[in-house]
């Protein structure tokens, strides 16, 4: 609905301006300026709604793993299968905190389209203004989340820790002849870089979006021709 109302006054805006010929500079220069905040805001709404199904490929959370976890893919044949679950399990949760905090985040860029200039005719980008607005909030809302699902995360991660945990006595035990080796606890995800990495793949996703939309020329009367001026 709200995209609706942005196209329409946005072709609105771009008919009175080709309309405006005539009309004193004064005249010209308020169009010109309500035509661009049109179509930033449009540029907005388009931008989330290429969002609205959010994803991420969840072997990018491997960052996250402390190293007491990782070693133990040289040792568990079924390591691969086992962190991809975990990986899954964790990513789902950090995915559903950046959908229930979307439209939080849409409300600051439809505020910021206010000021189309520097997304217009500047080098700032709109995805890095709001990058720099919310990315914080967007990280603690994450990990918040996480916080708040721990004990399912944990469960699953008991799992894997178990099988580790058997490796581990294994070759302790080897010890006693002379060919022992030392394995740590594992240890689970780290939620803090967790949620900046999925901030970051958010925001990287909609900047791409935002390149898109910005660099796709349909016609001349189109509400984004402001970008191709």
């Known amino acids: 609905m709200w995209r609706f109302l942005a196209l329409i006054i946005a072709v609105s805006l771009l008919t009175l301006s080709s309309c405006a010929t005539g009309g004193s500079g004064e005249e010209k220069e308020i169009i010109s300026v309500e035509r661009e905040r049109a179509a930033m805001e449009l540029l907005s709404l388009d931008m989330f709604s290429s969002l609205s199904s959010f994803s991420i490929d969840s072997k990018i959370l491997e960052e996250a793993l402390p190293s007491s976890f990782s070693i133990y893919e040289e040792y568990v044949p079924s390591f691969d299968d086992l962190e991809n679950k975990y ?134 009367d189109s509400p984004y021709s402001v970008f191709w001026e």
């Open 87 to 220: 990986l899954s399990d964790v990513a789902d949760a950090a995915v559903e905190a950046v959908k229930n905090y979307m439209p939080v985040i849409k409300e600051s860029a439809l505020e910021l389209a206010k000021e189309p200039l520097d997304y217009i005719k500047g080098d700032t980008s709109l995805t890095n203004a709001l990058r720099s607005k919310v990315g914080g909030e967007l990280s603690s809302v994450i990990y918040s989340t996480l916080q708040d699902k721990s004990s399912d995360l944990e469960e699953s991660f008991l799992g894997m820790s178990k099988i580790f945990g058997e490796i581990r006595k294994g070759y302790a035990s080897l010890e006693s002849v002379g060919k022992g080796e030392y394995l740590p606890d594992a240890e689970s995800i780290l939620f803090d870089i967790v949620s900046v990495v999925v901030s970051d793949e958010f925001f990287n996703q909609l900047g791409r979006e935002e390149k898109i939309l910005k660099n796709t020329p349909v016609s001349s």
